[in-house]
C-alpha cells in the first residue's frame, strides 16, 4: 500500500505556509506544539489547558486536522488539558511514514501515539473519521480511553451515495465566492463551508494525495466489544447515515451508550451546532473527572 503525501515540494511548502499562517490566526492563545514519532510516522499534536487531569483528546474528521477543532480550544482548554491532533495520512502537519491498511492500524497509531505522550487515560472525542479510529482504538487498546465522544461518527452505518454526493458538492461549494457561500451551505446542509480560514486550508490541500482506508462499517461483535462510557451524537439531517437507525442500532448493541440526536444539524455537527457538541464533550470530561454536570441544550433523547 501507498502511503499519504504531497505530489510534490512545491505543493507541500504552499501548504505548510497556509497551515501555519492558520494555526497562528485561529489559535492565539498559549499552546505547546509537539512532532511525536510513531511506526506509522511523525504526529504533530498542539497541547493547551491545564498540566493535570484527564486530556481531552481530538480527532478530525476526514480531509481535516486539528485546526478544525479551533472555536473549541478556549472553553475546553479552561477545564480540562486538550490535546488536537494532526492524524497521520491526512493534510496537516504530520507525515506519514509507513501505510495505514484498516481499522487496526489506525488502532495502532493512536495508541503508540498516546503513549509515546505519557497518557495512561484519555478521553477521546472523535468527529466522524476521528470516531471512527477511536472506536478501533478502544476495541483494540481497551485500557487507555476512559471514555467517547463519538460526534457523527463514521462506521456505524453503510456509507451511501448520498454521503458521496455531500462531499463532492461541498468541496465545489468550497471553492464558490464567498457571497455565494451562505445560499449554497444552506441548500447543502453544510456549514462548514462557511468557514473561512479552514475553506482556505482546504483549498490549499489540494496537491495532497490521502491514501487511508474508508471508514468501514463495525460489525455487531465489534460495537459490542466497546465497552467505554460513550456518548453519540447524530445530525438529525446526516448525510452520513440514517440518524433513527443508526440510534437504534446503537442502543441495541450498547445499552449503556447515551445517544443523542442534534435535529436540525447535518454531518457538519461541529459547525451546524457547535454549542450542542461543546457541552457533550464538556458532560463527558466532567463525568470522567467525578462531576455531575447534566447535558443540556437543543437534543433530543433517541431510543
Not at 259 to 285: C, K, N
Amino acid at each position: 500500500m501507498r502511503i499519504s503525501e504531497f505530489r510534490n515540494g512545491k505543493a507541500e511548502a504552499r501548504y505548510r505556509t497556509a497551515y501555519e499562517g492558520a494555526l497562528d490566526r485561529l489559535w492565539p492563545g498559549e499552546r505547546t506544539s509537539l512532532d511525536i514519532p510513531t511506526g506509522y510516522g511523525t504526529t504533530r499534536v498542539h497541547r493547551a489547558g491545564p498540566a493535570h487531569g484527564t486530556p481531552i483528546v481530538l480527532l478530525p474528521g476526514s480531509g481535516g486536522n486539528a485546526l478544525m477543532w479551533h472555536s473549541y480550544i478556549e472553553p475546553l482548554a479552561a477545564r480540562h488539558p486538550v490535546i488536537a491532533v494532526d492524524t497521520v495520512g491526512e493534510p496537516g502537519a504530520s507525515v506519514q511514514s509507513a501505510p495505514v491498511a484498516d481499522g487496526r492500524d489506525a488502532a495502532d497509531w493512536l495508541e503508540e501515539l498516546l503513549a509515546a505522550l505519557g497518557l495512561p487515560a484519555v478521553h477521546l472525542v472523535g468527529c466522524s473519521y476521528g470516531g471512527w479510529i477511536a472506536l478501533h482504538h478502544r476495541i483494540r487498546h481497551p485500557g487507555r480511553a476512559t471514555g467517547l465522544t463519538l460526534v457523527d461518527s463514521a462506521g456505524l452505518a453503510d456509507l451511501s451515495p448520498r454521503f458521496y454526493r455531500w462531499i463532492i458538492l461541498g468541496g465545489l461549494a468550497a471553492l464558490a465566492p464567498r457571497a455565494l457561500r451562505p445560499r449554497l451551505a444552506r441548500k447543502l446542509g453544510n456549514s462548514a463551508i462557511l468557514d473561512t480560514e479552514l475553506m482556505a486550508l482546504l483549498r490549499a490541500s489540494a496537491g495532497f494525495r490521502r491514501r487511508l482506508p474508508l471508514a468501514a462499517t463495525l460489525t455487531d461483535d465489534e460495537l459490542r466489544a466497546v465497552g467505554a462510557p460513550v456518548l453519540a451524537l447524530l445530525g438529525g439531517r446526516s448525510a452520513l447515515h440514517d440518524a433513527p437507525t443508526t440510534a437504534e442500532r446503537l442502543h441495541r448493541l450498547l445499552p449503556d451508550a447515551e445517544v443523542h440526536t442534534v435535529p436540525d444539524a447535518g454531518h457538519s455537527l461541529t459547525t451546524d451546532d457547535p454549542g450542542a457538541v461543546l457541552t457533550g464533550i464538556l458532560t463527558m470530561a466532567a463525568r470522567q473527572a467525578g462531576r455531575t454536570d447534566g447535558l443540556n441544550g437543543p437534543v433530543e433523547r433517541t431510543g
